[in-house]
């Protein structure tokens, strides 16, 4: 039985914890009218936040809905600085709790993991697959529209299995409810923008993550918040791995896969790839994604525009190079990069 926590509000509310929160949320958003509007008292602020929570009536406030565009079309959502900085201090305090029961083998939204680590996990079982038994088969699946069809009632069942701390499963409670449609009577989605959504969205496919490792005994499996993969040398078995999860995922967390997901072979020869956490992986080569390199081209002369007219400077277009040569040094890719930097020159208007 798993073990439950209690008394965890005195860590949330503690003045040093929410002092700590707010230098999380501020961090890079210092000039932020926002953030200076809420330094100006940060004292009064905090101590007003810290009532609210402890006596159970602070609220969420109202979300801020945007689009982004990269590296997909997304609505973001964004909440009042004071509300990001009360998150802050309640990930801080809960989010242990659950990182120590997630399997090594989840790479989203944790200490010590990321896009670079799981893509070296990816390459590293096909490796073992295929020096085992010559070929490779992937299962490559995706949640369709994961954040939007999480269960809100399936999603608090699970938060009270290890939070028993009735104070913090108010705020949990308050904070999911949110977001919820008037009127739905299952409601369901968190926004993407939350710090609560990315350890909820973790929490909800923790059970995923236990199914396929304990339940189906597969060893190479690893996730990426809602996108993950099952590498084996034997198609059938993949298919039927396939179905399994499909029942799983709707009987237990009501999640659908998308179209995207299939099973099929990864051949250097047939130029089949497994296409993961933004690179084209094989057991022995590793590329950039298409798209990736694409984007980048845009962004290169979307700068290059704004340098010539003085809208930037040269630090800013560091950093943004700097980002995706740190992505792409991960792959076989000095030709690329060399191709791809040498072709641009910055230069101001004359």
Known sequence: MAKRHYGLMPQITDFESLYRAHLQARRGKQDRAEVLRFSQDLEGNLFQLQREITEGTYRTGEYRYF?????????????????????????????PIFERTFHSDSYACRPGK???????????????VERGHGRV?????DISKYFASIDHGVLKRLFRRR??????????DEIIDSSAVEGDLAPKGLPIGNLTSQLAANVYLHE???????????RRYIRYMDDFCVIHHDKARLH???????????????LKTNHKTQV??????????LDFLGYKIWPHARRVRKDSVLRMRKKLRHL?????????ELDEVRQVVASWIGHASHADSQNLRKELLGSVVFKRNA
């Open 208 to 218: 995923l993550d236990d199914y396929v490792k304990h339940g189906l005994r597969e």
């Open 304 to 312: 290059q525009r704004q340098y010539a007219v003085g809208a930037i």
């Open 163 to 172: 939070i028993g701390c009735p104070q913090t499963i108010a705020m949990l």
């Open 137 to 141: 088969y992937v299962l490559k699946a």
């Open 67 to 95: 689009r982004v565009f990269e590296p997909k079309e997304r609505t973001v959502a964004a909440l009042p600085y004071r509300d990001r900085v009360a998150q802050h201090a309640l990930i801080g305090t809960i989010e």
């Open 240 to 254: 039927q791995i396939r179905a399994q999860i499909e029942h799983f995922l709707w009987d237990q967390l009501r």
């Open 264 to 273: 099929f072979p990864v051949s250097k020869a047939r130029g089949r790839g």
């Open 114 to 128: 990321g896009m670079h680590a799981g893509a070296d996990k990816a390459q590293q079982f096909l490796r073992q």
